[in-house]
């Protein structure tokens, strides 16, 4: 089945203690990015990556790291997590990176104390 | 960069009747608008998408329909059903390689 995959679905941490949600597709697309869900916010992009090893800022990257060693994988990195980082995220991928329809994970509820 | 804004933020209506969902984005190099549906606790999903070069499209109850001059692009659902209850979400991309989102509709179907 063609999928993204996300986890963890829930995640509670505290201040500080580095975390990676790891974000797996198995549709051999090229394009990849992260978003999170806040209310009255929409969908804010924080990453995407557009192959193995391009990787470029979104709106909202500030406090988060990703990296694309593989073209299936694209792990979003939050080195010191801050309470302001609680949120909804979303991995998402796509066959090429405009004028595609993007295919989402299942979501990721990070919760940090 | 580019900007999405979408409206009403909350919409009711009686089963049966229609719905209308507007966006409008700022950037002209943006070519692509798709619209996602997302349910209570599930993922955004796609239901329908317009590229630049066409003015309308329709699939069953959902059409879509794209002023490039005026920068605006809305989803129009026609005889609404209790399943369409969800939040929706318009977006552009173009040339940026990002995609923007719209702030979301929530969509309340009546019986």
């Known amino acids: 089945e063609a999928q993204v995959t996300q986890n963890p679905r829930y995640l509670i941490t505290v201040t500080g203690k580095k975390l990676t949600v790891t974000c797996s597709q198995n549709?051999?697309?090229?394009?990849m990015s992260w978003y999170r869900q806040d209310p009255g916010l929409g969908l804010r992009q924080i990453y995407y990556?557009?192959?193995?090893?391009?990787?470029d800022k979104g709106d909202v990257p500030e406090g988060y790291k990703v990296s694309r060693k593989e073209k299936r994988n694209f792990p979003l990195i939050l080195e010191s997590p801050s309470p302001n980082q609680t949120s909804l995220y979303f991995c998402?991928?796509?066959?090429?990176?405009?004028?595609?329809?993007?295919?989402f994970g299942n979501g990721t509820r990070l919760t940090v104390t | 960069g580019e900007n999405v804004e979408q409206h009403p933020s909350t919409l009711s209506v009686q089963e049966g009747d229609s719905a209308v969902i507007k966006c409008t984005y700022s950037?002209?190099?943006?070519?692509?608008f798709p619209w996602y549906k997302q349910e209570l606790g599930k993922r955004p999903q796609l239901i329908i998408d317009?590229?630049?070069?066409?003015g309308e499209k329709k699939d069953q109850r959902i059409a879509v329909t794209l002023n490039k001059t005026a920068k605006h692009f809305s989803l129009h659902i026609t005889e609404t059903q209790p399943e369409d209850s969800a939040v929706y979400f318009c977006?552009?991309?173009?040339?940026?390689?990002?995609?923007?989102f719209g702030t979301g509709t929530s969509l309340t179907v009546i019986p």
């Open positions: 998402a991928s796509s066959f090429k990176s405009w004028n595609s329809p993007l295919h």
């Open positions: 549709m051999n697309h090229e394009y």
């Open positions: 990556s557009m192959n193995v090893e391009v990787t």
């Open positions: 950037d002209s190099a943006s070519n692509y």
């Open positions: 317009i590229r630049s070069n066409v």
């Open positions: 977006a552009a991309s173009g040339t940026g390689n990002q995609f923007y």
